[in-house]
């Protein structure tokens, strides 16, 4: 039995699904969703969702992390609460658990009772924490996407290749010659361009 080379390990923690979660505070409703992204605009598709599904609510407040927290990209919004009593404590709390490529939506029906800036701020991070605190997290291993074009003999050595490199093959076509969409751990990339290097397969990244 072959074993599988181990890609060095320079992921970071990342929600393994979606959680959702509602809290009431002193008669406001907060219904709370987490959800795994990998850009600003799955972010953003999911807060337009969260606004169909909800467009009664009185905010929509949000905030995300990409990307490896060493150099993410982040973002949050109040949704017209008063600044920074919605958005930022919800990122905090993000923060705090160490984890990236998560987005949090908060959808607030007021209940009647003003809870000033200290109680929202207390709130916003409460409603984060009830689906931040309930998540898995996964380690997620940076990949590259790319494309080869080979010849019909060397379609299998591809895919054995892929199959002992954690590698996934996302799309092949078939012409005068073989293209293959590849999803491949960053780690491994230097060893696929070798091996394209020896066959004479043409590769390039997406």
């Known amino acids: 039995m072959t074993s599988r080379p181990e890609a060095p ?3 970071y923690p990342v929600p393994s699904g979606p959680v959702d979660r509602e809290i009431i505070i002193n008669k406001s409703r907060f219904i709370t969703w987490l959800r795994p992204v990998a850009s600003r ?9 969260a606004r169909r599904q909800y467009p009664d609510a009185s905010h929509h407040c949000y905030a995300y992390l990409l990307g490896n927290p060493a150099s993410a990209q982040a973002a949050m ?16 709390v993000i923060q705090h658990k160490g ?16 809870l000033g800036a200290g109680g929202l701020v207390r709130a ?17 291993i940076p990949r590259v996407t790319c494309r080869l074009e080979m010849d019909f003999p060397l379609e ?4 054995h290749w892929a199959h002992q490199h954690d590698a996934e093959v996302q799309d092949v076509d078939y012409a005068q010659t073989v293209g293959m969409v590849l999803s491949c751990p960053k780690a491994f990339l230097e060893d696929l361009e ?5 066959e004479q397969i043409t590769l390039s990244t997406l």
Not at 80 to 91: D, N
Not at 156 to 159: E, G
């Open 9 to 11: 390990i320079d992921g």
């Open 41 to 49: 605009d799955a972010a953003m598709a999911i807060v337009d969702d």
């Open 77 to 92: 919004n109040d949704d017209g609460e008063p600044s920074g009593t919605a958005g930022k404590p919800i990122f905090n």
């Open 99 to 114: 984890m990236s490529d998560v987005l949090v939506v908060v959808i607030r029906y007021f209940g009647g009772v003003k």
């Open 124 to 140: 916003y991070a409460a409603a984060a924490e009830s689906v931040l605190a309930d998540v898995e997290k996964v380690e997620s």
């Open 156 to 159: 299998q050595r591809l895919r």
């Open 194 to 198: 070798s091996l394209c290097a020896a």
